[in-house]
């Protein structure tokens, strides 16, 4: 039994998903390069990455093995796209191909079985990222960001400062922009980057920035000017890796006993803990994007390790989004303080007609 893939035409992928196949697919080249050594085959490289994924699956998270995978499988379209049928031999490297279905069953059990190993051997790719981060060990990974002679020191301290201000993953950057409406003051509209795949509530987000401090919204602003020049110019995925690499390396360095280390992302789950401290589910799957009300709660940082006093808000009509993608969900009800900030914030907005 042989599987076979195709390019798949139909597929809607946003830029932002594009973007991030192909960075994923050169740092596989980049470590097969490593491995292989003097014996790389440009000619080849295609093989040699898959053969790389298939060596390497079973250490990866299936999470992260899926999206390698699904990286991969982009790139060999689009190869196959320009005429090169040398891609079939990579193709058929990259899949289980076996003549029975019980060869097929006991090699995914192998598979499983290796992963459980794994797993109590050592912590994997995403088990490794932190999701929660404490004040003190941000200010220190901003105070070595800022302070390194690297090029890329101070943008990455922006990114991250930035990411955890607004909650915007890090590939939304290059799609978003800031506008001053009259009555609403300053505003971050987002496109949801998961809304191709139906998990987000609506095409855009708009965040209110009215509540962020003169030096706060300077950084965003900062910011999103060197993410749109590196954008204009195609090498935003050039800008991302570098400070991506740049946080890895000084989390390292300065935690090297640790197995967990804070990323980009790692502002997301920060900027989700505040919003779960403060508001209900809807309103936090307003501000972050998510259709589902239940996703932040799900697979991001939790509410007992947030401070609260986050300084962005989301639109009634986000709001209104999420309420509709989420018929006859029960909204929390509790008589915290926060949650009657939230009452009246949501009642104000009504009486606006927003």
Known sequence: ??????????????????????????????????EMGLTWDAAQGPVQVARLFRKHEADWQAATARLYRAAIIYVFDQIESHGDVGIRKARRVLLISNSSEETVSRLREQVREQRRDAKRRRPRTATQKVKRFSRKDT???????????????????????????????????????????????????????????????????TLSLTRLREDQLRIVHLHLLTVHTYAS?????????????????????????????????TARHMFAADAKAMFDQVIVAALMGHASAETAGQHYAPAWSGRGGLGVE??????????????????????????TRVEEFVSRRMRWGH
């Not at 991030?20 to 697919?25: A, G, K, S």
């Not at 290059?174 to 496109?191: F, I």
């Not at 009634?316 to 949650?339: C, H, M, T, W, Y």
Request: hydrophobic residues 30%.
């Open 139 to 205: 200010e220190e990974l901003l105070k070595q960001l800022a302070g390194s002679r690297s090029t890329w020191g101070r943008p990455a301290a922006r990114w991250f400062i930035a990411g955890y201000l607004t909650g915007l993953r890090p590939g939304e950057w290059q799609t978003a922009h800031m506008h001053v409406d009259e009555r609403e003051g300053s505003q971050l509209v987002v496109k949801n980057a998961k809304n191709t795949n139906r998990r987000a509530h609506s095409e855009h987000r």
């Open 233 to 265: 110019t195609g090498h935003f995925e050039d800008l991302y890796d570098a400070c991506r690499q740049l946080v890895r390396r000084k989390a390292d360095a300065i935690w090297p006993k640790r197995s967990r280390h804070p990323s980009l992302y």
């Open 1 to 34: 039994m042989t599987e076979e893939v195709h390019p798949r035409e139909s597929l809607s992928r946003s830029p932002t998903t594009v973007a991030q196949y192909r960075l994923i697919y050169r740092r596989l080249e980049k470590m097969a390069k490593t």
């Open 314 to 339: 989301p639109s009634q009509k986000d709001i209104n989004a999420v309420l509709q993608r989420n018929p006859g969900f029960r909204r929390r009800s509790s008589k915290s303080a926060e949650d």
